[in-house]
């Protein structure tokens, strides 16, 4: 009986484990040989490296104080492909199935965008972005520890093709905020 | 008998990162190169024309730095996956993977309290290059942003127009 809840509970550590970047490394198996789509990983490690940087303003050093607190991004994204909005709804469809609370999403004639994440006590662990448009497609995830507010710096900062659309969501926050 | 076995093993694991790794892309490279770059401390400093102090900074920490640059069937069938998955094995851990879409970039590395190893595999779809590299010592990260901001395009030497008759001069005036 003992046995059986450790194993219960070891079961459920190992998915709550599991689910942190579970759908994006799907795809990034499932489009592994695919020459249509780059595929971008950066780990931990590599982000370790900026804290080494020296910050020479304010927002450098609040720019690598977020960073610190990564654990990775991977970055899926194509320009021109025929089934793109097939590819959009597929990934949507998954995103959700894999338990992501949705933050929110645009829609306009040119490319649709979605964020949602996984937030565990308070903090979010895992930012997944999917946007679709016409012939373009692009899943990006953040995790880690992740500040909602320093976003955008990261994003601009970054300089990551795909990743300049998470500042869409902080200017949208912002402006929800001005509406109400 | 079991405890000289554990002793020696344990000794051999405390003297592995005293060898340094190169040999796994020496193997693969060496029969697949147009050209081949070793690059050590002075050499590094050498190819700095401008003497730019940040770059200097930067470098001063390598101890050997080797590039390959590879010949067009390794660049077709992407073979340095092989070279890669070897040094995963070794521990090697990643920093970047990039592939797909044309561009390739893989950079990987360990580090220890002695000496960090870094190997690297750049492809261009464009220019139709591929590298590869070995880095055995210290970058000085923190000297990165400062030399964007500093570097000018003759600046350095362009190693790669070495034995051509652009070698030497100015980019400007090409």
């Avoid at chain 1, 610190?68 to 025929?82: C, E, Q, R, T």
């Avoid at chain 1, 937030?119 to 997944?128: C, P, R």
């Avoid at chain 2, 405390?14 to 690059?39: G, H, I, V």
């Amino acid at each position: 009986m003992k046995k059986g809840l450790i194993i219960i509970g070891m079961l459920l550590l190992s998915m709550g484990v599991i689910a942190q970047g579970t759908v994006i490394t799907k795809y990034f198996n499932l489009l592994e040989e695919n020459e249509d789509y780059t595929k971008v990983s950066v780990s931990q490690k590599m982000f370790s490296m900026f804290t080494e940087l020296e910050a020479g303003s304010d927002a450098e050093k609040e720019f690598l104080e977020a960073i610190s607190k990564l654990k990775g991004l991977k970055v899926i994204m194509a320009d021109s492909i025929g089934d793109a909005e097939k590819m959009y709804k597929t990934a949507i469809a998954d995103v959700d199935k894999a338990g992501y609370e949705e933050l929110m999403s645009i829609k306009d004639a040119e490319e649709n965008l979605k964020f949602s994440i996984i937030e565990k006590d308070g903090i979010i662990e895992e930012l997944i972005m999917v946007a679709g448009g016409n012939k373009g497609f692009v899943m990006l995830s953040l995790y880690g520890e992740i500040d909602l507010s320093n976003i955008s710096k990261i994003a601009q900062e970054l300089r990551v093709e795909g990743l300049e659309n998470l500042g869409k969501m902080r200017d949208n926050h912002d402006h929800d905020k001005d509406t109400y | 008998m079991t405890k000289t076995l554990i002793s020696i093993i344990f000794l051999m694991g405390l003297m592995q990162p005293l060898f340094s790794q190169e040999q796994p892309l020496k193997d693969y490279a060496e029969d697949r190169r147009e050209r081949k770059f070793c690059l050590y401390p002075s050499t590094l400093r050498m190819i700095n024309i401008k003497q730019n102090e940040d770059y200097n900074q930067m470098v001063s920490g390598i101890e050997k730095l080797l590039i390959y640059k590879l010949d067009s069937t390794a660049r077709a069938d992407k073979s340095y996956k092989e070279v890669i998955s070897t040094y995963q094995e070794l521990g090697f851990e990643e920093y970047i993977a990039m592939y797909g879409g044309g561009n390739t970039m893989y950079l990987y590395g360990n580090e220890n309290n002695k000496t960090s190893e870094f190997i690297g595999v750049f492809k261009q779809a464009e220019s139709e290059m591929a590298l590869a590299f070995y880095l055995r010592g210290n970058i000085g990260w923190a000297k990165i942003p400062d030399l964007i901001q500093s570097f000018e395009a003759d600046d350095m030497l362009n190693l790669f127009d070495f034995k051509t008759e652009n070698f030497g001069n100015d980019p400007h005036n090409k």
